[in-house]
């Protein structure tokens, strides 16, 4: 990822002028503007089933009678018929769309495994004013025009962003509950606004205990709208002490269901990578990433499949057969699930590593499980892309939900983050299926 602490000096001599600003796009309201194509309903974008016009790269869209810009991200093997995840990865002060987009969109890329379209839409003046909700048009705008060309799940929105990039976040949670699933909001502030605010969002604060330029008590008053929001039981959440080097993960009890609240506090100052045991940031390191990603990846698909055109080609006109068809799908052929293990990134006192699925057979696999031993003094802190059972000894993962089909030849990832020493690999790794 991009280095970002020269960014920090600059970020806190315009605080005090954005905080100033937010009033303005708070009190302008957002009038008519138009919210994304799809409303909130959960059904297909109309870019299901289409061939795509938009490509990876740098896209340019006409937005509130400006020219505004964003990076897009479209999934290797992109399939027309298949809804995806979409995420915005807003940018901080003096950041941009490139800096978000080269480092991975917070380092959610890698853990995507294809299931998900990336925006980074480029803020004015490298920013989030928001003035006269400027920016939420943007927001709506660039919605509209990915989900009229490509298919995406209506019920998988979602939004993050550090600094300046976290309050346009709070932003559209606040202003666009029926749009978007859950926000992460990283060392934020109320710096864009906050219309409406009223209606739930699952939300996922992390904030640092010493941030020098948002100070963590800003964090807070952010969570706390979506504690009062979500239903949650009001709560203290513990924090870690200077000097700890470690960061404490709450989850919020009481909340409605489906709206769940996290805070995670650090020791530590204005960064989005926090690395447990080290004062310094570190983008690879940091346990930032496979958090949100295991908050955003949590939450289950509630859109039904695009429906299809019928067939132009007329029916055969003989009776179908009397033998009823099998209800069960055929059984995988033995021995074509394959698992292989590779250790990723290695620190002082834990590791990242990643396990490939693989199918050798000619027949489809209708969900697999990897069953894998871990060396003494490792254990399993956050996995992705997988269900586990187990994090330490004798661990069996499963296929979420979107990888558990693999067609011949085909393949997917899960990874992880341990604690111990990633030096020595686990035995025992096998696969089966289902």
Not at 143 to 164: H, K, M, P
Not at 216 to 227: E, H, M, Q
Not at 375 to 404: E, F, H, K, M, P
């Given at each position: 990822?991009?280095?970002?602490t020269?960014?920090?000096?600059?970020i806190?001599?315009?605080?005090?002028?954005?905080?100033?600003?937010?009033?303005?796009?708070?009190?302008?309201?957002?009038?008519?503007?138009?919210?994304?194509?799809?409303?909130?309903?959960?059904?297909?974008?109309?870019?299901?089933?289409?061939?795509?016009?938009?490509?990876?790269?740098?896209?340019?869209?006409?937005?509130?009678?400006?020219?505004?810009?964003?990076?897009?991200?479209?999934?290797?093997?992109?399939?027309?018929?298949?809804?995806?995840?979409?995420?915005?990865?807003?940018?901080?002060?003096?950041?941009?769309?490139?800096?978000?987009?080269?480092?991975?969109?917070?380092?959610?890329?890698?853990?995507?495994?294809?299931?998900?379209?990336?925006?980074?839409?480029?803020?004015?003046?490298?920013?989030?004013?928001?003035?006269?909700?400027?920016?939420?048009?943007?927001?709506?705008?660039?919605?509209?025009q990915?989900?009229?060309?490509?298919?995406?799940?209506?019920?998988?929105?979602?939004?993050?962003?550090?600094?300046?990039?976290?309050?346009?976040?709070y932003?559209?949670?606040?202003?666009?509950?029926?749009?978007?699933?859950?926000?992460?909001?990283?060392?934020?502030?109320?710096?864009?606004?906050?219309?409406?605010?009223?209606?739930?969002?699952?939300?996922?604060?992390?904030?640092?205990?010493?941030?020098?330029?948002?100070?963590?008590?800003?964090?807070?008053?952010?969570?706390?709208?979506?504690?009062?929001?979500?239903?949650?039981?009001?709560?203290?959440?513990?924090?870690p002490?200077?000097?700890?080097?470690?960061?404490?993960?709450?989850?919020?009890?009481?909340?409605?269901?489906?709206?769940?609240?996290?805070?995670?506090?650090?020791?530590?100052?204005?960064?989005?990578?926090?690395?447990?045991?080290?004062?310094?940031?570190?983008?690879?390191?940091?346990?930032?990433?496979?958090?949100?990603?295991?908050?955003?990846?949590?939450?289950?698909?509630?859109?039904p499949?695009?429906?299809?055109?019928?067939?132009?080609?007329?029916?055969?006109?003989?009776?179908?057969?009397?033998?009823?068809?099998?209800?069960?799908?055929?059984?995988?052929?033995?021995?074509?699930?394959?698992?292989?293990?590779?250790?990723?990134?290695?620190?002082?006192?834990?590791?990242?590593?990643?396990?490939?699925?693989?199918?050798?057979?000619?027949?489809?696999l209708?969900?697999?499980?990897?069953?894998?031993t871990?060396?003494?003094?490792?254990?399993?802190?956050?996995?992705?892309?997988?269900?586990?059972?187990?994090?330490?000894?004798?661990?069996?993962?499963?296929?979420?939900d979107?990888?558990?089909?693999?067609?011949?030849?085909?393949?997917?990832?899960?990874?992880?983050?341990?604690?111990?020493?990633?030096?020595?690999?686990?035995?025992g790794?096998?696969?089966?299926?289902?």
């Amino acid at each position: 990822m991009a280095k970002r602490t020269p960014l920090l000096s600059s970020i806190a001599a315009a605080a005090v002028l954005l905080a100033a600003a937010a009033g303005g796009a708070l009190n302008a309201g957002l009038g008519e503007t138009a919210q994304a194509s799809t409303n909130g309903t959960l059904a297909a974008t109309a870019g299901c089933g289409k061939a795509p016009t938009l490509s990876s790269g740098t896209r340019t869209i006409s937005s509130g009678g400006q020219n505004r810009s964003y990076i897009l991200r479209i999934p290797d093997g992109y399939d027309r018929n298949r809804q995806y995840r979409l995420i915005f990865g807003f940018h901080w002060l003096n950041g941009s769309a490139n800096n978000v987009a080269s480092a991975g969109y917070y380092g959610l890329l890698p853990l995507s495994n294809n299931s998900t379209i990336f925006v980074a839409p480029q803020g004015i003046d490298n920013g989030w004013a928001n003035t006269n909700g400027r920016d939420l048009t943007l927001f709506d705008d660039i919605s509209r025009q990915i989900e009229n060309d490509l298919c995406v799940d209506t019920s998988q929105r979602f939004a993050l962003g550090w600094s300046y990039g976290g309050a346009m976040s709070y932003a559209v949670a606040c202003a666009r509950p029926n749009i978007i699933r859950a926000v992460t909001v990283l060392s934020g502030a109320n710096l864009s606004g906050c219309n409406g605010g009223t209606q739930p969002v699952a939300y996922f604060g992390i904030h640092g205990i010493y941030d020098s330029v948002l100070n963590i008590s800003a964090g807070r008053s952010l969570r706390d709208t979506f504690v009062r929001n979500n239903g949650c039981t009001a709560q203290s959440p513990r924090e870690p002490s200077r000097g700890s080097l470690t960061h404490i993960t709450t989850t919020y009890s009481g909340c409605r269901e489906g709206y769940p609240v996290q805070w995670a506090a650090f020791d530590g100052d204005h960064t989005p990578s926090p690395v447990d045991g080290s004062p310094s940031p570190n983008d690879s390191r940091t346990w930032t990433s496979a958090e949100i990603w295991r908050f955003f990846s949590q939450f289950a698909s509630t859109t039904p499949p695009p429906t299809t055109a019928p067939p132009t080609t007329p029916p055969p006109t003989t009776a179908p057969p009397t033998t009823p068809p099998p209800t069960t799908p055929p059984p995988s052929e033995p021995g074509a699930c394959t698992a292989t293990y590779r250790t990723v990134n290695t620190w002082p006192g834990g590791f990242q590593a990643e396990v490939t699925v693989a199918n050798n057979g000619a027949a489809t696999l209708n969900g697999w499980t990897v069953r894998l031993t871990l060396a003494s003094g490792q254990a399993i802190s956050s996995l992705w892309s997988g269900v586990n059972t187990g994090t330490t000894g004798s661990v069996s993962v499963r296929n979420a939900d979107y990888n558990g089909t693999l067609g011949a030849n085909a393949s997917t990832t899960f990874g992880f983050t341990a604690t111990g020493n990633g030096a020595t690999a686990p035995s025992g790794v096998t696969c089966t299926s289902p």
